[in-house]
């Protein structure tokens, strides 16, 4: 099933002017183009790019999570067979200068200096020590496994408790509290002191990470001869990595080109700079040769970013009727020993603390954070960034106390979600939220389930002893962050994009943006806007993304804004190369451009669209006989368009999940029935993207519900880094997800579009922890602490 509405409350008329032009392809559900390239295994990842004289680096990691290097022995390495060269910290660090992860806004955060290669102490288990260059990635790995290391084992950190009482990992900072924030909109004690109702819960999640289809890989190759750096990365922000290229090595950022060609997956693992990142750019410039790194799966769990290990003490404050007056939340989140670099590691607790409570009207909110350091491997910015952590504690401790006030939970969010023709308006953090539909979702949600149904069938299958749940969860998503999202924090991050589409002297479209593609149809929905803006078939557009030196500057894909940023940027320059192709058309004819217009790249009348000549005739007369136009300037059939979220920092979307669930109270086992999703992520642009993206996002999300945990043992030793012992949802764990839309097109843009990539990675994990406390309430248990596993919910029940 897949819905869709528009928003009968949108006063700015946003979906009745359209996006300006006739829509053949933007709203329509279009095939990718470039699936069948994938499918014959002709995409090209980094690691299938060969260059001449390619060595390959591997890299010695630490086997503890603090130690001391005292002594390294490499001489048999440096003999073994096709050894390039070993290379250590220190000289690492005499081509590449250190970075510090933190962002100015973010005031009091601090994190400690860092190398690309660990000098003398390190910090996390699998942290890099040492380099090997061989010719072959084999040869690597062999002499890697005759170098000796002796280790000075020392303390660990590994609880965010002990965080706040242990000696800091960094002395020079003092302590181990990377970021402190604190949210107060005043009077909250007495808010709490005056409610009839009051319930305070604790939530725990535990840290995960992405697994992406493609390990991590660069491929670095600086020419000595022109001083050029050429650096091949699957990446999402290809303009941000040659600006920190550029900047750590001392390179003119012009002669650093970042290409980013497929990319097989992302999820935020892909967005941040790793130490391997630089180290391989520094061997490249060392050895003056290509040097290539690919992680093998053991490295990713030990070294791509983790996240979302919280733990959050919650409070709200009720009225006998459900009014919802306000929350308090204490949240600690842990980060490693460094903050990640450069988007940092304190963004996801500032999100989860600016977005609790979000969705309702609630005046009432205190905040506190404190993100601490650890000797675990750095957390970050992953799918979601916050979001699922804030609707969990929201929607957990919002169903709690319905169950506490005997308030069917469906008519509790009724009661309190912000009212549709409320907007605009600020929420009780401060975020502020241009035009949401909750009251629609809920509505809508509530007739694709058949809630009234399923609650009966809930109730007959109690009696037998079949304990069944139904969980909701309502959500904000921000998306299309705005200019100031890291500008205004000094990380040089761009939150602008640029388009530039252009006609070939055939009559096809080239459009060049700086939004790259990772899997989620970005080369498909702007070659849709492109062929709507300009007038001409899909197949007429070609896209080029990932590629510095050729696309313009952009800030690539992150925050759900590569539709909402790019795209308009794409429809801004399609638009303006229509009006120009329009104007030479008419030169041609010699009439007035305004009775002019395309269609399917026809030049037609604009009244009764017969048919006046073929675009590709326009662009041949262009580029090969232009003495048969008047003298002086033409329209240019290039044209360069570049757009920003202003008005509002985001573009915030929303929506709502259901979750129905079996529990096995003898195992613990927990079966997923059925998911359902109402999403409104302004106008949708190609349904079958967005519902490819909502299904993933939800997988994602219930693997962490239920399943991804990255554990540690007291040493700060990840216990299950691999594929046979990290647990990710499957085909038989994943349940039959039926979606529908809302639109609610921005009008911040003419466009429409916000993003949809996160919100079923927000809203899933608390529905499923929803529908899993509603099949135990029966039996006086309850869960709070992701993932939930079968020995929680044994515990739960008191049977182990």
């Not at 250590?88 to 690309?116: E, F, N, R």
Request: proline share 5%.
């Amino acid at each position: 099933m897949n819905d869709f509405s528009r928003n009968e409350f949108n006063e700015v008329d946003a979906v009745a002017k359209g996006v300006g032009v006739e829509q053949r392809y933007i709203g329509v559900g279009v095939k990718r183009p470039n699936a069948k390239r994938h499918l014959e295994g002709r995409s090209v990842y980094t690691d299938d790019v060969v260059l001449p004289r390619t060595a390959h680096v591997v890299f010695l990691r630490s086997p503890m999570a603090h130690a001391r290097i005292t002594h390294i022995d490499a001489d048999t390495a440096r003999g073994m067979p096709g050894v390039v060269a070993i290379v250590d910290g220190a000289q690492i660090a005499t081509l590449c200068q250190p970075w510090v992860a933190t962002l100015a806004h973010l005031k009091g955060m601090k994190s400690a200096p860092q190398y690309p290669l660990a000098i003398d102490e390190v910090h996390w288990q699998g942290e890099a020590v040492l380099a090997v260059v061989a010719e072959t990635r084999q040869q690597a790995e062999d002499a890697l496994q005759t170098v000796v290391v002796a280790w000075e084992k020392l303390p660990t950190v590994t609880s965010m408790a002990a965080s706040l009482t242990a000696p800091p990992i960094h002395p020079a900072l003092g302590d181990n509290v990377c970021f402190h924030r604190e949210i107060d909109t005043g009077s909250v004690d007495a808010a709490f002191a005056a409610a009839d109702l009051v319930v305070e819960e604790t939530y725990t999640f535990g840290r995960h990470t992405g697994v992406t289809m493609e390990t991590r890989a660069v491929l670095a190759d600086y020419n000595r001869a022109d001083g050029k750096l050429t650096v091949y990365q699957g990446h999402q922000a290809p303009h941000m990595m040659q600006d920190l290229y550029s900047r750590h090595f001392g390179l003119p950022e012009h002669a650093v080109r970042v290409i980013c060609r497929d990319v097989g997956g992302s999820f935020g693992i892909k967005v941040h700079s790793y130490p391997e990142d630089f180290a391989t750019v520094a061997l490249s410039i060392m050895l003056r040769r290509p040097v290539k790194f690919v992680a093998d799966r053991l490295e990713s769990f030990l070294t791509d970013i983790h996240a979302r290990e919280h733990h959050v003490d919650a409070r709200i404050a009720l009225n006998h009727d459900g009014e919802i007056i306000g929350f308090d939340v204490v949240d600690r989140t842990g980060i490693g020993p460094y903050s990640v670099y450069p988007r940092t590691s304190a963004i996801e607790g500032n999100q989860v603390i600016n977005l609790i409570g979000g969705p309702y009207r609630h005046s009432h909110y205190r905040a506190t954070l404190d993100v601490l350091f650890q000797h675990k491997t750095p957390t970050s910015q992953y799918r979601g960034v916050g979001h699922p952590i804030a609707c969990a504690v929201t929607e957990a401790i919002v169903e709690h106390a319905a169950q506490r006030l005997g308030i069917d939970p469906l008519e509790m969010r009724r009661r309190n979600v912000m009212p549709d023709r409320g907007y605009p308006r600020n929420g009780a953090s401060g975020i502020q939220l241009e035009a949401l539909s909750h009251e629609q979702c809920l509505d809508r949600i509530e007739t694709m389930m058949d809630y009234p149904a399923l609650r009966r069938e809930q109730a007959a299958l109690r009696e037998q002893g079949i304990y069944r749940g139904i969980g909701l969860a309502v959500l904000i998503e921000l998306t299309n962050p705005g200019a100031a999202f890291y500008g205004v924090g000094g990380a040089r991050i761009a939150a602008q994009d640029t388009a530039t589409v252009r006609f070939d002297a055939s009559g096809v479209v080239t459009c060049l943006v700086g939004v790259g593609e990772q899997g989620q149809g970005t080369e498909t929905v702007f070659a849709q806007i492109t062929a709507d803006a300009v007038g001409v078939p899909m197949d007429s557009v070609k896209v080029v993304t990932g590629d510095t030196e050729v696309t313009p500057y952009g800030g690539g894909t992150w925050a759900s804004r590569g539709a909402g940023i790019g795209g308009e940027a794409v429809l801004q320059a399609g638009l303006a190369l229509r009006e120009n192709l329009l104007r030479l058309a008419a030169t041609i004819r010699q009439c007035d451009a305004r009775d002019l217009d395309v269609s399917e790249g026809r030049i037609v009348g604009r009244r009764e669209r017969e048919f006046v000549m073929e675009v590709a005739e326009v662009c041949r007369i262009y580029y090969f006989r232009p003495d048969t136009l008047p003298r002086g300037p033409l329209p240019e059939l290039v044209v360069t368009r570049s757009y920003a979220q202003t008005g509002y920092p985001f573009a915030f979307t929303n929506g709502v999940q259901a979750s129905y669930v079996e529990v096995d109270i003898e195992t613990g086992f927990v079966k997923l029935l059925k998911h359902w999703a109402v999403e409104d992520c302004g106008r949708v642009l190609n349904p079958l993207l967005v519902d490819e993206q909502m299904r993933g996002a939800i997988v994602q999300g219930i693997g962490g519900a239920l399943f991804e945990e990255c554990l540690y043992d007291e040493d700060g030793s990840l216990r299950n880094g691999s594929m046979a012992d990290y647990l990710v949802p499957m085909a038989a764990e994943m349940p039959d997800i039926e979606l529908s839309h809302i639109e609610t097109p921005t009008a911040t843009s003419q466009l429409g579009a916000k993003g949809a990539g996160e919100a079923g990675t927000a809203g899933a994990p608390a529905a499923v922890m929803n529908a899993i406390n509603d099949a135990l309430q029966p039996l006086g248990a309850r869960v709070t602490s992701q993932p939930i596993t079968p020995e929680k919910i044994l515990r739960a029940l008191g049977r182990i």
